[in-house]
């Protein structure tokens, strides 16, 4: 069965630094999503990506972060500096088609990426 | 406001009862998710359930939606250890223009004892 991928599984950064975090969606799937959930909290919205465009971010997703998908199959977060409070587990999710009713399909999670920023 | 609110926050049962979870919300939707997500895990999609649906079936799962309540209930039969996990449900908002979001409630952690 498809499923979608994320890589690294874990990652440790300094504060500060730069970190890339990488997602294969599932092949068919047009629209892309990065989640996060910090610990022992609610998963939250991060942001929605559509024939490479930003479709909608949350005001999490400030100037500090950006996504691209460079090729056919890879979808990228990049968090430019990271500070203390990015530390989380990062989802990332794809979906098949958007319905006439203007609202998501059925989203499909990676593993996600556990990023810890000390 | 709120969105995706689940209860209870922790269920604890043994091998083979049922258990039922639950979740209310406060915008109108399009669709409701359930998803599943082991500890420390990714989260795994259990069902999806339509506005216009009232009730929808799965293997051992049943989920129902009360739109006029706002709310929806996730059962799961004959529960296994391998049901522990904790259960969201997830809405997507309806409004004017598009929305691609999940809103997710904080879960219900289930236990299942041998």
């Known amino acids: 069965e498809p499923e979608v991928t994320q890589t690294p599984s874990h990652q440790v950064t300094q504060m500060g630094q730069e970190v890339i975090l990488r997602c294969v969606p599932i092949s068919n799937h047009l629209y892309f999503y990065w989640y996060r959930q910090i610990l022992g909290q609610k998963v939250e919205f991060l942001v929605s990506f559509y024939n490479n465009e930003i479709s909608e971010k949350s005001e999490i997703f400030d100037d500090q972060f950006s996504v691209e998908r460079p090729d056919g199959s890879n979808f990228t977060l990049k968090i430019r500096s990271t500070k203390l409070e990015d530390s989380a587990m990062y989802f990332c999710?794809?979906?098949?088609?958007?319905?006439?009713?203007?609202?998501?399909?059925?989203?499909?999670f990676g593993p996600g990426t556990r990023l810890l920023v000390l | 406001s709120q969105q995706g609110e689940e209860d209870p926050q922790a269920l604890s049962i043994q091998e083979g009862e049922n258990a039922t979870m639950n979740c209310s919300y406060k915008t109108s939707i399009n669709n409701l998710q359930w998803y599943r997500q082991n500890s420390g895990r990714g989260l795994v999609h259990l069902i999806l359930i339509r506005s216009n649906e009232r009730e929808k079936h799965s293997g051992r799962l049943r989920v129902t939606l009360d739109t006029s309540k706002k709310s929806s209930s996730l059962l799961i039969t004959a529960s296994r250890a391998a049901d522990t996990a904790s259960y969201f449900c997830a809405t997507d908002a309806r409004s004017g223009g598009s929305n691609y979001k999940l809103t997710f409630g904080k879960g219900t952690l289930l236990t299942v004892n041998p």
């Open positions: 999710a794809s979906s098949e088609f958007h319905s006439g009713w203007a609202s998501v399909g059925t989203q499909y």
